[in-house]
């Protein structure tokens, strides 16, 4: 055997001597183990069993017996056996060796030896020498039997004496194994030990709800009954309370399982458990409130609370968080319309649209109860409201051509449209429909202000129309479709025309105060004003008076321009008054329109800056002499400008009145002369019954009498101007009477029901009527024509002589200019410049008293007289002063302006002429007989039409015939000429007009003319001739429509002043500061906070 061999045989050897220890250990510590957990066992046992340890003994011994058993097993089982399996090793080499050496002495050291040296370096040949010298020694030694199992053999009385122990308990007293067992492992619960009576426990369940109060009710059975009974809980000893023949104990508000025990006279009851069972809870919920879409408002989020006040057709959802509860239901006032609300987990939803208030109730259920408390709620719905309106209204009382609308209108949600209805009846037309005319709004402001101003001037309101209106508006109600409210109905009535007539010589009674007064206050300025300029001529300083007086004269003066502005106002609102009356005459009309520009030009810009100038001047302490003395010169000038300005202005206005009063008389008369001839036609057909027609007669007759008055006022109107016009009253006086008779006459014949003879009296009173217009208004041309040739002739001489003193003073302007002051001409030079000063004033007399008659002279060429005047003064006065250069620049400015009113005075003298050239024209037209106007072509193609037709059935022949036939298309040739030259004017009857439509018509007028001539008179001639009518007459219609669509667009385009008064301005303007206000509100806020902004605003309106 080699060294290696005999090395590895020892230590398998000694490995197998350390498998044979571990085993003996294992069996040794299971004799241990066994022994100590047999005993332990038996004596725990038999303790509890004999003294029914409380809870934490018992603990104790349960947990001190599982600690003493995981000790042995780990210490006498476990780790035997992991050495056993090599997961452990107890023993190394060195140990072994040592274990057997202590069996085998003799081989102790060699042993040792051998083990130690088999880790040395083995190629050192003296140590594996040794080693295989040592290990062949020791091999024949069975180390095995160093360990043997017989020297276990006195401990199995460790085990033996338990288990005889053991065993006898369980044969004689198992209960102490199994009571004591039993109680040891269930150590928490109480163990007493047997009583002599009985607790019984009388609840049907130990169950309750938690949070809520139980009653235990306890009754006790058997021999001995004790006096008390007390209950343990919660380390709690308390003493029932005795009720009658049982025990009462109370748990309040519990939040957990309870258990309890009972005691009576020192002995225990078993443990009793209280169980808990949850009732469903709502820990919280939210709704969200979803409006209405037209409300434009976000959704919002009502947090615990169920009571809400919403829109109606708001939609809730609730959305509820509850523990417990398998089931939510919402029970509304209507049973069938109860709610399950949807789960997810612990959350429940629902949703319905509220129309109405309702009450409701939440009910929470789950497998054991429903909620303890009743949970109700309310929804308050607020229906939408319908939207207020208010009205305050201003109408133009003086032309009725505007109205000017002004309210309140609001709505608790939202304003859509906004519209003004109104209608136009009059006595022709009772029963007209409402239109409307929109109004804007801002639909995102609840509350809100409106103002509309309304041209009523586009209505053509005529004299006796009714204008009836309201303002209606409408809110945003998306639910039941928008609601309106809408104001009372307003009235503006249209005087008829003898209210207007009234109204009318009313206004022109206040212009003319108004000019009067503003004429005497203008004469006495002037007259104050040439006082303080003497004054001012002796004076070097001004004193304190003086000043006084002269700022008293600046406030006169703008009172003056006061009264000028508001004597304008009326004169502009007589016009246009007169021309709701009716159409002024196209001469009236400019007349007026020129009277209008004199009394526009009144006040001038450059008075007004001299009186600014004055003002200033006052202001200083002391304002120099030289200054205050020109500029008062200048003002002086121009007072006296104003006052003939004035004075002229009147006396034109007056003979303005005259005129016109005469135009209104004859245009009723003409209408007067055709409502007697159409009612003389109704009397002789019986038309109507006689009482009607003496009705309609008795109103021809006060007509008739107010216009006699008429013609008093006129007379009187005459003899207020300063060159009164000749008229004939005495034979108008006698007219007036026959028509009176004949008018008279008529009524008593109907009376007597003659109605031919009726019919007669009537025509005659209609001819006359007639006659006596057409009188008057060849007086009044007669009147035109004679007063404009006088003033022709007026107006020439004047310009001659203005012509011939701009001659004269240029010749002597320049031999001034070769004089010097000691020159002996120079004194006869001034006095020929002061003989052209008095030729001067000469001509301004004639021009101003020539310029109160006639219209077109400008309101400037009273200026520029004035001007001339002042320079030629100026020159005088330089002249006395010696001073020659400055005497002839002020003579150059007197010529200047002497040569512009020769211009000027030209183009009036041509404006005159040709003014005068269409009057004659105009007249003889008239005289004549005027040329055929758009509506007469119907009327006289259907008279020919009539001729022609008669002339086929009369059956003439020969040369009868052909003399008829000629006429007749000469009467055609006349008619179709003179609708071409209608045509050739622009005078178009219809719209399509042109070489078109009138083209058609001419050329079968020329074919019709061309069947006359040859004398071909057949049926297709007279359906010609009918056709040609029915165009002609479409033509017309056509014609008439657009004529008045023009009148009807010129009229209202005119501009119409638009006064409001004073207060209703200042209730604009807090509106508008309210709506101002009111657009300052935060957006944010809201709906309630907004609809309590303008609830304040109305309180403070209010």
Same mark, same amino acid.
């Given at each position: 055997?080699?060294?290696?061999?005999?090395?590895?045989? &020892?230590?398998?050897?000694?490995?197998?001597?350390?498998?044979?220890?571990?085993?003996?250990?294992?069996?040794?510590?299971?004799?241990?183990?066994?022994? &100590?957990?047999?005993?332990?066992?038996?004596?725990?046992?038999?303790?509890?069993?004999?003294?029914?340890?409380?809870?934490?003994?018992?603990?104790?011994?349960?947990?001190?017996?599982?600690?003493?058993?995981?000790?042995?097993?780990?210490?006498?089982?476990?780790?035997?056996?992991?050495?056993?399996?090599?997961?452990?090793?107890?023993?190394?080499?060195?140990?072994?060796?040592?274990?057997?050496?202590?069996?085998?002495?003799?081989?102790?050291?060699?042993?040792?030896?051998?083990?130690?040296?088999?880790?040395?370096?083995?190629?050192?040949?003296?140590?594996?020498?040794?080693?295989?010298?040592?290990?062949?020694?020791?091999?024949?030694?069975?180390?095995?039997?160093?360990?043997?199992?017989?020297?276990?053999?006195?401990?199995?009385?460790?085990?033996?004496?338990?288990?005889?122990?053991?065993?006898?308990?369980?044969?004689?007293?198992?209960?102490?194994?199994?009571?004591?067992?039993?109680?040891?492992?269930?150590?928490?619960?109480?163990?007493?030990?047997?009583?002599?009576?009985?607790?019984?426990?009388?609840?049907?369940? &130990?169950?309750?709800?938690?949070?809520?109060?139980?009653?235990?009710?306890?009754?006790?059975?058997?021999?001995?009954?004790?006096?008390?009974?007390? *209950?343990?809980?919660?380390?709690?000893?308390?003493?029932?309370?005795?009720?009658?023949?049982?025990?009462?104990?109370?748990?309040?508000?519990?939040?957990?399982?309870?258990?309890?025990?009972?005691?009576?006279?020192?002995?225990?009851?078993?443990?009793?458990?209280?169980?808990?069972?949850?009732?469903?809870?709502?820990?919280?919920?939210?709704?969200?409130?979803?409006?209405?879409?037209?409300?434009?408002?976000?959704?919002?989020?009502?947090?615990?609370?169920?009571?809400?006040?919403?829109?109606?057709?708001?939609?809730?959802?609730?959305?509820?968080?509850?523990?417990?509860?398998?089931?939510?239901?919402?029970?509304?006032?209507?049973?069938?319309?109860?709610?399950?609300?949807?789960?997810?987990?612990?959350?429940?939803?629902?949703?319905?649209?509220?129309?109405?208030?309702?009450?409701?109730?939440?009910?929470?259920?789950?497998?054991?109860?429903?909620?303890?408390?009743? *949970?109700?709620?309310?929804?308050?719905?607020?229906?939408?409201?319908?939207?207020?309106?208010?009205?305050?209204?201003?109408?133009?009382?003086?032309?009725?051509?505007?109205?000017?609308?002004?309210?309140?209108?609001?709505?608790?949600?939202?304003?859509?449209?906004? +519209?003004?209805?109104?209608?136009?009846? $009059?006595?022709?037309?009772?029963?007209?429909?409402?239109?409307?005319?929109?109004?804007?709004?801002?639909?995102?402001?609840?509350?809100?202000?409106?103002?509309? @101003?309304?041209?009523?001037?586009?209505?053509?309101?005529?004299?006796?129309?009714?204008?009836?209106?309201? +303002?209606?508006?409408?809110?945003?109600?998306?639910?039941?479709?928008?609601?309106?409210?809408?104001?009372?109905?307003?009235?503006?009535?249209?005087?008829?025309?003898?209210?207007?007539?009234?109204?009318?010589?009313?206004?022109?009674?206040?212009?003319?105060?108004?000019?009067?007064?503003?004429?005497?206050?203008?004469?006495?300025?002037?007259?104050?004003?040439?006082?303080?300029?003497?004054?001012?001529?002796?004076?070097?300083?001004?004193?304190?008076?003086?000043?006084?007086?002269?700022?008293?004269?600046?406030?006169?003066?703008? @009172?003056?321009?006061?009264?000028?502005?508001?004597?304008?106002?009326?004169?502009?609102?007589?016009?246009?008054?007169?021309?709701?009356?009716?159409?002024?005459?196209?001469?009236?009309?400019?007349?007026?329109?020129?009277?209008?520009?004199?009394?526009?030009?009144?006040?001038?810009?450059?008075?007004?800056?001299?009186?600014?100038?004055?003002?200033? &001047?006052?202001?200083?302490?002391?304002?120099?002499?030289?200054?205050?003395?020109?500029?008062?010169?200048?003002?002086?000038?121009?007072?006296?400008?104003?006052?003939?300005?004035?004075?002229?202005?009147?006396?034109?206005?007056?003979?303005?009145?005259?005129?016109?009063?005469?135009?209104?008389?004859?245009?009723?008369?003409?209408?007067?002369?055709?409502?007697?001839?159409?009612?003389?036609?109704?009397?002789?057909?019986?038309?109507?019954? $006689?009482?009607?027609?003496? @009705?309609?007669?008795?109103?021809?007759?006060?007509?008739?009498?107010?216009?006699?008055?008429?013609?008093?006022?006129?007379?009187?109107?005459?003899?207020?101007?300063?060159?009164?016009?000749?008229?004939?009253?005495?034979?108008?006086?006698q007219e007036q009477q026959q028509i009176e008779q004949d008018m008279e006459q008529g009524q008593q014949q109907l009376e007597k029901n003659q109605n031919k003879k009726a019919s007669e009296s009537q025509q005659k009173a209609g001819?006359?009527?007639? %006659?006596?217009?057409?009188?008057?208004?060849?007086? %009044?041309?007669?009147?035109?024509? @004679?007063?404009?040739?006088?003033?022709?002739?007026?107006?020439?001489?004047?310009?001659?002589?203005?012509?011939?003193?701009?001659?004269?003073?240029?010749?002597?302007? /320049?031999?001034?200019?070769?004089?010097?002051?000691?020159?002996?001409?120079?004194?006869?030079?001034?006095?020929?410049?002061?003989?052209?000063?008095?030729?001067?004033?000469?001509?301004?007399?004639?021009?101003?008293?020539?310029?109160? !008659?006639?219209?077109?002279?400008?309101?400037?060429?009273?200026?520029?007289?004035?001007?001339?005047?002042?320079?030629?003064?100026?020159?005088?006065?330089?002249?006395?002063?010696?001073?020659?250069?400055?005497?002839?620049?002020?003579? %150059?400015?007197?010529?200047?302006?002497?040569?512009?009113?020769?211009?000027?005075?030209?183009?009036?003298? /041509?404006?005159?002429?040709?003014?005068?050239?269409?009057?004659?024209?105009?007249?003889?037209?008239?005289?004549?007989?005027?040329?055929?106007?758009?509506?007469?072509?119907?009327?006289?193609?259907?008279?020919?039409?009539?001729?022609?037709?008669?002339?086929?059935?009369?059956?003439?022949?020969?040369?009868?015939?052909?003399?008829?036939?000629?006429?007749?298309?000469?009467?055609?040739?006349?008619?179709?000429?003179?609708?071409?030259?209608?045509?050739?004017?622009?005078?178009?009857?219809?719209?399509?007009?042109?070489?078109?439509?009138?083209?058609?018509?001419?050329?079968?007028?020329?074919?019709?003319?061309?069947?006359?001539?040859?004398?071909?008179?057949?049926?297709?001639?007279?359906?010609?001739?009918?056709?040609?009518?029915?165009?002609?007459?479409?033509?017309?219609?056509?014609?008439?429509?657009?004529?008045?669509?023009?009148?009807?667009?010129?009229?209202?385009?005119?501009?119409?002043?638009?006064?409001?008064?004073?207060?209703?301005?200042?209730?604009?303007?807090?509106?508008? !500061?309210?709506?101002?206000?009111?657009?300052?509100?935060?957006?944010?806020?809201?709906?309630?906070?907004?609809?309590?902004?303008?609830?304040?605003?109305?309180?403070?309106?209010?």
């Amino acid at each position: 055997m080699n060294q290696h061999d005999a090395m590895d045989r &020892l230590l398998y050897q000694l490995q197998a001597f350390k498998k044979k220890f571990y085993l003996n250990l294992l069996l040794r510590g299971s004799i241990f183990a066994v022994g &100590l957990l047999m005993s332990i066992y038996i004596v725990y046992s038999l303790l509890e069993y004999i003294f029914y340890f409380p809870v934490f003994v018992r603990a104790f011994l349960l947990f001190s017996f599982v600690a003493l058993t995981i000790y042995a097993l780990v210490r006498w089982i476990i780790l035997p056996l992991s050495a056993l399996t090599n997961l452990r090793k107890l023993l190394s080499d060195e140990q072994a060796a040592a274990r057997v050496g202590d069996h085998y002495p003799e081989i102790k050291d060699k042993l040792l030896n051998a083990i130690q040296l088999k880790d040395l370096d083995r190629t050192n040949e003296l140590i594996a020498a040794s080693i295989a010298q040592r290990s062949s020694q020791l091999v024949n030694y069975p180390f095995e039997e160093a360990v043997t199992y017989r020297e276990n053999k006195p401990l199995l009385k460790y085990i033996a004496l338990p288990a005889v122990v053991m065993l006898l308990i369980a044969l004689l007293y198992p209960t102490i194994f199994v009571q004591g067992t039993e109680r040891i492992l269930n150590y928490k619960k109480h163990y007493t030990p047997l009583a002599p009576f009985r607790f019984v426990v009388e609840n049907e369940s &130990l169950q309750t709800y938690r949070g809520e109060d139980f009653e235990l009710k306890v009754q006790l059975e058997g021999k001995t009954i004790p006096n008390e009974v007390y *209950i343990h809980y919660n380390g709690r000893r308390q003493r029932l309370q005795k009720n009658g023949n049982g025990y009462t104990y109370t748990f309040k508000q519990l939040q957990r399982p309870m258990g309890f025990q009972l005691e009576g006279s020192g002995f225990m009851s078993d443990d009793y458990n209280l169980n808990l069972l949850s009732r469903p809870s709502l820990k919280n919920f939210h709704m969200e409130v979803v409006y209405p879409a037209y409300l434009n408002r976000k959704p919002e989020l009502i947090q615990n609370t169920g009571n809400a006040t919403v829109p109606a057709g708001s939609t809730i959802t609730w959305n509820f968080d509850a523990t417990e509860t398998e089931r939510v239901e919402i029970k509304l006032e209507n049973p069938s319309e109860t709610l399950v609300a949807k789960s997810k987990a612990n959350l429940f939803t629902a949703s319905k649209q509220f129309t109405e208030s309702q009450n409701y109730g939440v009910d929470l259920r789950n497998a054991h109860s429903t909620s303890k408390e009743e *949970i109700n709620y309310q929804i308050t719905t607020i229906p939408d409201r319908h939207p207020q309106i208010t009205l305050e209204q201003f109408h133009d009382s003086a032309l009725y051509r505007f109205v000017v609308l002004a309210g309140e209108i609001a709505d608790d949600y939202g304003l859509t449209r906004l +519209v003004l209805n109104y209608k136009v009846t $009059n006595d022709k037309n009772p029963q007209a429909k409402y239109k409307s005319v929109p109004i804007g709004l801002n639909r995102q402001q609840l509350n809100q202000t409106y103002y509309h @101003q309304w041209n009523t001037a586009g209505l053509q309101l005529n004299p006796g129309d009714k204008l009836e209106y309201f +303002v209606q508006v409408w809110d945003n109600d998306g639910l039941k479709g928008p609601k309106s409210a809408r104001t009372r109905s307003f009235e503006l009535r249209v005087p008829s025309k003898k209210d207007l007539e009234q109204e009318l010589i009313s206004n022109a009674q206040s212009v003319e105060s108004q000019l009067s007064k503003s004429l005497e206050r203008s004469t006495k300025l002037k007259e104050e004003l040439a006082q303080s300029e003497e004054k001012m001529k002796t004076k070097r300083d001004l004193n304190w008076q003086d000043k006084k007086q002269l700022e008293d004269l600046a406030e006169k003066r703008k @009172q003056l321009e006061q009264d000028i502005s508001s004597m304008k106002e009326l004169f502009d609102e007589l016009n246009k008054k007169q021309n709701m009356l009716s159409e002024q005459d196209k001469q009236l009309a400019e007349k007026a329109q020129e009277l209008k520009k004199l009394m526009d030009s009144l006040l001038d810009e450059e008075t007004k800056k001299l009186y600014e100038e004055l003002e200033k &001047l006052l202001q200083e302490q002391s304002p120099k002499d030289s200054e205050l003395q020109k500029l008062l010169s200048k003002l002086d000038n121009r007072e006296r400008n104003l006052e003939r300005e004035l004075e002229r202005a009147l006396e034109l206005f007056k003979q303005l009145q005259f005129e016109q009063k005469l135009d209104n008389i004859t245009n009723k008369l003409e209408e007067m002369a055709k409502e007697q001839e159409e009612l003389a036609d109704k009397t002789v057909q019986k038309q109507e019954d $006689n009482k009607q027609l003496q @009705q309609e007669q008795e109103g021809i007759k006060e007509e008739f009498e107010q216009l006699k008055q008429d013609m008093k006022d006129l007379k009187e109107l005459n003899d207020k101007l300063q060159n009164p016009n000749q008229m004939d009253d005495q034979q108008m006086q006698q007219e007036q009477q026959q028509i009176e008779q004949d008018m008279e006459q008529g009524q008593q014949q109907l009376e007597k029901n003659q109605n031919k003879k009726a019919s007669e009296s009537q025509q005659k009173a209609g001819e006359k009527m007639k %006659q006596m217009a057409q009188q008057m208004e060849q007086m %009044q041309n007669s009147m035109s024509m @004679q007063g404009m040739e006088q003033n022709l002739d007026n107006l020439r001489d004047i310009l001659e002589n203005l012509i011939k003193l701009s001659f004269d003073q240029e010749g002597l302007m /320049k031999s001034f200019r070769g004089v010097n002051q000691s020159d002996p001409r120079f004194i006869s030079l001034s006095q020929q410049q002061l003989s052209l000063r008095d030729n001067a004033k000469v001509i301004e007399d004639s021009l101003f008293a020539l310029a109160k !008659k006639v219209f077109q002279l400008e309101s400037f060429v009273t200026r520029e007289v004035a001007q001339m005047n002042q320079s030629m003064d100026n020159s005088m006065k330089d002249l006395r002063d010696r001073n020659v250069g400055r005497a002839t620049a002020q003579q %150059q400015l007197a010529m200047t302006s002497m040569n512009n009113l020769a211009l000027m005075l030209n183009d009036a003298l /041509k404006q005159m002429q040709q003014a005068m050239q269409q009057m004659q024209g105009s007249m003889a037209s008239k005289q004549k007989g005027s040329k055929p106007q758009p509506g007469d072509f119907g009327q006289m193609q259907d008279a020919l039409n009539k001729k022609i037709e008669e002339l086929k059935k009369g059956g003439k022949s020969g040369k009868a015939l052909s003399e008829e036939l000629a006429k007749l298309a000469a009467e055609q040739e006349a008619l179709r000429n003179a609708l071409k030259e209608m045509e050739k004017q622009g005078q178009k009857p219809g719209e399509k007009g042109g070489n078109g439509e009138l083209g058609n018509i001419t050329k079968m007028m020329e074919q019709s003319e061309t069947d006359l001539v040859n004398k071909r008179l057949t049926d297709q001639t007279i359906m010609r001739q009918r056709e040609i009518l029915t165009r002609l007459l479409e033509a017309e219609k056509s014609m008439k429509e657009r004529e008045l669509d023009n009148k009807r667009e010129a009229k209202s385009a005119q501009d119409v002043a638009r006064r409001v008064p004073p207060s209703f301005e200042k209730y604009l303007r807090t509106k508008e !500061k309210q709506t101002e206000l009111l657009q300052t509100v935060p957006p944010a806020l809201t709906p309630y906070y907004k609809q309590k902004v303008s609830e304040y605003f109305q309180h403070m309106s209010n």
